[in-house]
Nanobody
């Protein structure tokens, strides 16, 4: 019954790279997009990146140029390739399906999974 399972987190040094994976139990094209979010200690969960059903991508400014979101429908998996990691990237990373209509902003559509911890040391 688990629909979202994140993995790939770990401890890395600043400047390092890490690839996160999100295994889903549904056809991702059912939703408008798939997205990655993160939540740092004491902070609200924030949007990180998304990839639409059509392949369009969007990133929050702080990760633009460093992170790349992708998906493999055959493997029912969404990835977040993270490079040039910074200590401020430290957070629990979550994935989710997203829906939006017209002028509305994309919204997470499913219950949150457990996420995967990413810790970047300086």
């Amino acid at each position: 019954q688990v629909q979202l399972v994140e993995s790939g987190g770990g401890l890395v040094q600043a400047g390092g790279s890490l690839r996160l994976s999100c295994a889903v139990s549904f056809n991702m094209f059912v939703f408008n997009a798939m997205g990655w979010y993160r939540q740092a200690p004491g902070k609200q969960r924030e949007f990180v990146a998304r990839i639409s059903s059509g392949g369009n991508t969007n990133y929050t400014d702080s990760v633009k140029g460093r992170f790349t979101i992708s998906r493999d429908n055959a493997k029912n998996t969404v990835y977040l390739q993270m490079g040039s990691l910074k200590p401020e990237d430290t957070a629990v990373y979550y994935c989710n399906a997203e829906t939006f209509t017209g002028a509305t902003m994309p919204k997470p559509a499913l219950s949150w999974g457990q996420g995967t911890q990413v810790t970047v040391s300086s």
